[in-house]
């Protein structure tokens, strides 16, 4: 489903990307990865007028820790990213992300806490939707405050399958 909720003030380059968990789609401007997609997830931007070229240095070196990622030999991304491109809650909710380690799990309701905001558990979750950078920004390690597997705008299998990779780190 597509989402226009994402204005981007730049022309954004894109390239397809071949994950194990099915195709995605991988956006840059100039010098900041700012989009990683699985296609047809849920709150991803119109990109069918964005150019594409895989042979940016951004996408480049992106879908090189992907493949690293998915041998299971990266655990860490290193990549230059933009997350401006959402509300300043938004914001906050996903640099709270990039603070989950590898392998770890953590609640809605912890990520509403670690951004000062306890009760704001639904907003949190909304947000953590809307991660434009799946996966390098770790939205999949958030799970229910009883441990169940919820919410993943790529779908629940990939979720898991993520969390199963991680495991092995």
Aim: proline content about 7%; charged content about 10%.
């Amino acid at each position: 489903m597509m989402d226009n909720y994402m204005r981007y003030p730049f022309n954004p380059t894109r390239c397809n990307y071949t994950s194990p968990l099915g195709p995605m789609v991988l956006a840059a401007h100039t010098q900041c990865l700012i989009g990683v997609w699985f296609v047809g997830q849920q709150h991803q931007p119109d990109w069918a007028l964005w150019p594409t070229d895989s042979s940016h240095p951004v996408l480049l070196q992106t879908a090189q820790q992907l493949d690293a990622y998915f041998a299971g030999t990266l655990s860490q991304f290193d990549l230059p990213m933009d997350l401006t491109n959402g509300t300043a809650f938004q914001q906050s909710v996903w640099r709270a992300l990039c603070g989950i380690e590898s392998g770890q799990t953590v609640s809605y309701g912890t990520i509403s806490q670690r951004i000062g905001k306890p009760k704001a558990v639904r907003a949190v979750g909304s947000a953590i939707g809307r991660n434009p950078l799946g996966i390098v920004v770790p939205c999949h390690r958030v799970i229910g405050a009883d441990g169940a597997i919820t919410g993943y705008a790529g779908g629940l299998d990939k979720k898991i399958a993520l969390l199963q990779l991680e495991s092995n780190f």
